[in-house]
Each structure stands twice: as C-alpha cells, then as structure tokens.
C-alpha cells in the first residue's frame, strides 16, 4: 500500500489540525494504521494507531485526550484530529500501515509509510 499524508501547517498554540493520510491500492482496509511524528533533534515517536476496522484505537501519553484518530476505509483515509495543539507538537508526522499491529508503540510493526507531512505550532 502506498499512503500519503496531508493536512499539516503552521498553527498557533491551542488551535486545531486535521491530518490526513490516503492509501491507494485495493487492500488498504485490511490495514492497521498509525501515526508518528519526528521532532527537530528527538527520536521518531509513536501518536497513534487505530485497527484495520476503527474498532480499536491506541494513544501516546502525549496525544490521549487531545487527539483522535480514525479511518474512513470507504474513502481510503485514516485522519488525526489534533486540538489544542502546543509548540511541543511542532513534528513531522507520518502515517504507517501495518498488516499485523499488536497495539504496541514500535515503528518496525509498520512496513508501509507515508511521506510525512510538517507542522509547526507556534506559541
């Protein structure tokens, strides 16, 4: 599956994001998706991840409570919903496509992966 992420952009601190990551191919809801992100000068780390069917959803510490995550497998699209963004958001962030994702947060479950797409969350 190829996926490609979008959506991202400049914001101020407390506004909200909608990102977006559509995959081509036939199979894509028979995959489990997450999203990740990569700050300046940190290591890539896990934001979340839903199931192939969007009935399970799994958070980082840093995104429960302010992000969403969910798939519309008709459309091909899984979204991260992120409000009340902070500067500390300010990442790359890349969707990931997984045939077997354990509900883990390791990024070597996900063999597929998007583009990345940038947001900046200015204070």
């Known amino acids: 599956v190829q996926l490609q992420a979008s959506g991202g952009g400049l914001v101020q601190a407390g506004d909200s994001l909608r990102l977006s990551c559509t995959g081509s191919?036939?199979?894509?809801?028979?995959?489990?998706m997450g999203w990740f992100r990569k700050a300046p000068g940190k290591e890539r780390e896990f934001v979340a991840a839903i199931n192939w069917i969007g009935e399970n959803t799994y958070y980082a510490d840093c995104a429960r409570g302010r992000f969403t995550i969910s798939r519309n497998n008709g459309e091909r699209t899984v979204y991260l919903q992120m409000n009340s963004l902070k500067p500390e958001d300010t990442a790359i962030y890349y969707c990931a496509g997984s045939p077997n994702y354990s509900g883990s947060i390791y990024s070597h479950e996900f063999p597929y992966w998007g583009q990345g797409t940038l947001v900046t969350v200015s204070s």
């Open positions: 191919g036939r199979t894509f809801e028979s995959y489990d």
